[in-house]
């Protein structure tokens, strides 16, 4: 960004984003490797749980924790699962690869910068959030899967990264928190699905970048990924300061897609906030 430690303003910053934005000049998180080799493997002709096993066990730690996970409570195997291979059978090919991207993002949430690391720990752990809610409420709807909705809790902030790192070249701005919060509810949701489209995620994920902070959302025919994250982010700021705990949730027509009522107590019921609890675990939230 030329010459923005030395003389900036909120309008030329955005601007300069959107120019870079367009022109293919904003550097863009990109998925770690072992994600990448995993989904190469699911997208095969040739795929075997067998690839797919050696593919993710290139990472030691990423294997420990997809078998913690498929032995977990969440996925109550009914005997021990001791290899991938064996939890790739029982799972499914797109669920492993669903979770292998969702165990290696955090990686992406990390800084140099104290006060951006702060940002971004706090960031991670609201995506973890909605994800763990995403995919709680998923398994209530028909037509919709839980790994893919836990996926679209994860990424549906995806843009404020890329504004996050651009900040870290203006120490004035990263010292300003409502105005660094101002921009990127202007620029995440836009820059969010650039990225989507540039990890080639289906158009149901893009659409979550796209569209989760338009409360107006509406749409024809079965509920959606979008309706979930609007939903989970409605109930993560219950009884907190943010603006969005004071929406009426009856006017917000994501509820009644997912035939959810709209009294907060009954969104998420006690057992379920278990089933939360433990995948924001599962994700270091």
């Not at 959810?260 to 107590?265: F, G, N, R």
Request: charged content about 20%; hydrophobic content about 45%; aromatic content about 4%.
């Amino acid at each position: 960004m030329n010459n923005v430690a030395e003389s900036w303003n909120e309008q030329d910053f955005v601007d300069e984003l959107i120019s870079d934005l367009e022109s293919n000049r904003l550097v863009l998180p990109t998925l770690p490797d072992v994600a990448l080799r995993v989904r190469d493997a699911v997208e095969d002709e040739n795929a075997s749980a067998s690839k797919i096993a050696q593919a993710a066990s290139t990472d030691a730690a990423l294997s420990a924790r997809l078998l913690q996970v498929a032995n977990s409570p969440l996925y109550r195997p009914r005997t021990p699962i001791d290899n991938l291979q064996t939890a790739i059978a029982r799972l499914g090919q797109k669920q492993i690869q669903n979770l292998v991207i969702s165990l290696v993002m955090q990686q992406m949430f990390q800084a140099t910068d104290d006060v951006l690391e702060v940002r971004l720990r706090t960031l991670w752990e609201h995506n973890v959030e909605i994800a763990a809610i995403c995919h709680v409420l998923a398994s209530a709807v028909p037509g919709l899967k839980p790994d893919q909705a836990l996926m679209a809790g994860l990424v549906h902030d995806i843009g404020i990264l890329p504004i996050l790192v651009r900040a870290e070249e203006v120490p004035d701005l990263l010292n300003q928190p409502e105005l660094l919060d101002s921009i990127t509810a202007r620029l995440h949701t836009r820059i969010g699905a650039h990225i989507l489209k540039k990890w080639a995620f289906p158009e149901s994920l893009i659409q979550v970048a796209k569209n989760h902070e338009n409360l107006d959302y509406d749409h024809d025919g079965n509920p959606d990924y979008t309706d979930l994250v609007i939903v989970a982010n409605l109930k993560s700021h219950v009884g907190t300061d943010h603006a969005l705990a004071d929406v009426d949730w009856s006017t917000v027509s994501a509820f009644s897609r997912l035939g959810l009522e709209t009294e907060m107590e009954v969104i998420i019921m006690d057992e379920e906030m278990g089933q939360v609890n433990e995948i924001q675990v599962m994700l270091g939230g």
